[in-house]
């Protein structure tokens, strides 16, 4: 009932308090702030004038110990002067509250990764962590049916997630059937190496004798590639073994190939190993980059390779798909870094690489800004805009505050 309900609000209200108060570090009190908020921020929505009059000061209480007297002030008023099916008294309170003592600095400091996606979702029954994006669920459903996509989406947006969904179907499928995981660099394929063992690590005792999970080939260093599920390598290595007559019978066993930065095909001195990969490929494929500058040009393109093969084979031509995410309605989750020499100013010796945090805005050129406009994949997490806005309004004071702008 409402009151068994309430009460189990309030304890939970207190927990978080207390959790906070007992914090000595930063970051998990961070993290209990951010729960008293959502609490407070529920109760406040949902349940105002149903709760009881301890409740109701405790939540007064919480939003002023968390720094929002702004918002405290708002609940109080609103308290007073609330009139049922009105929203003009909620107008004008919001627009009496303090500038920066209300909560929006902190939600934009350390809630962006949980604002609202803008698109309408719904559950798929295929992935039970999450709700998938409307294209992820069309790279799912033709990944599904066994057929080719080319996945133009920008960093962070979720290609990692479709990879993991193909890699899943290949391992339930059958011990035999290999997937080729393709990285331009001998780096990344170190990576992603980490990442499918962590992934599917509960899976190795799945296994037959014999067979691995997860396996890595490139020129300087190879880990069982031949009875491995999983295959991350490099397009050189992949070509080798294609061509090769020693290891045909373990390319026929090859049902998947994910080609990672499917735009270094552009390169001038690699370019044409991928090429001719795309070429020799006779399996489905998964072709995923973020800066493919034409992407229906280059789904033509491969579309035009398929039906020379396919006619070269006698043998009906597979379509390719194309998916396209632009990000425009998902926030950004990643955040930019460079690696830079640490250097004494004193005497100028580098004494070892320093991860320094980049703004976004720090790697456009502003002339070019002013003459065509921010490019169409830049992106900044909620803090990241906090600390631009911020940065503005010390030239130019007269700009609103955060909580005004917004």
């Not at 599904?144 to 990692?160: F, I, L, Q, R, Y």
Request: glycine share 4%.
């Amino acid at each position: 009932n409402r009151s068994s309900d309430h009460k189990a609000r309030q304890a939970k209200l207190n927990m978080c308090q207390k959790e906070l108060e007992s914090c000595r570090s930063e970051a998990p009190a961070q993290f209990w702030k951010i729960h008293l908020f959502l609490s407070c921020h529920s109760l406040v929505d949902e349940h105002l004038l149903t709760i009881n009059k301890k409740l109701r000061r405790d939540i007064v209480h919480t939003v002023k110990s968390l720094g929002f007297v702004g918002n405290a002030r708002m609940i109080e008023k609103e308290l007073e002067k609330w009139l049922p099916s009105s929203t003009k008294a909620r107008q004008a309170i919001t627009e009496d509250a303090d500038n920066d003592s209300t909560c929006c600095r902190f939600q934009l400091s350390f809630m962006g990764h949980l604002m609202e996606n803008k698109e309408k979702l719904e559950p798929d029954s295929r992935i039970q962590a999450f709700v998938p994006d409307m294209w992820q669920r069309k790279v799912m459903d033709c990944v599904d049916k066994n057929e080719s996509v080319v996945v133009s989406a920008p960093t962070s947006s979720g290609k990692t997630f479709i990879s993991f969904y193909c890699m899943e179907k290949i391992l339930r499928s059958s011990p035999d059937n290999v997937l080729v995981y393709v990285s331009p660099t001998k780096a990344l394929v170190n990576q992603v190496a980490a990442m499918v063992y962590a992934q599917f690590a509960h899976r190795k005792t799945d296994l037959p004798p014999g067979k691995t999970l997860c396996g890595v080939f490139t020129r300087d260093y190879r880990l069982q590639p031949q009875s491995c599920q999983i295959l991350v390598t490099v397009p050189e290595v992949l070509d080798i073994l294609m061509l090769s007559t020693v290891t045909q019978e373990w390319v026929r066993s090859i049902k998947y190939v994910i080609f990672d930065e499917i735009h270094c095909l552009s390169e001038e001195h690699r370019g044409t190993v991928w090429e001719r990969l795309l070429l020799l490929v006779s399996c489905p494929f998964l072709a995923l980059s973020a800066t493919i500058g034409n992407p229906e040009s280059f789904r033509g393109w491969i579309q035009k390779t398929e039906l020379a093969k396919a006619e070269a084979a006698s043998v009906k031509a597979s379509r390719i798909h194309l998916v396209v995410h632009e990000n425009a309605d998902r926030h950004a989750y990643l955040q930019k870094y460079i690696v830079a020499p640490d250097r004494d100013p004193g005497q100028g010796k580098v004494h070892g690489p320093d991860i320094v945090s980049c703004h976004p805005a720090g790697t456009v050129i502003l002339q070019r800004v002013i003459e065509r406009g921010l490019p169409k994949d830049f992106t900044m997490s909620t803090s990241e805009a906090l600390h631009l806005y911020d940065e503005i309004r010390q030239h130019f004071p007269k700009l609103p505050s955060v909580s005004v702008a917004r």
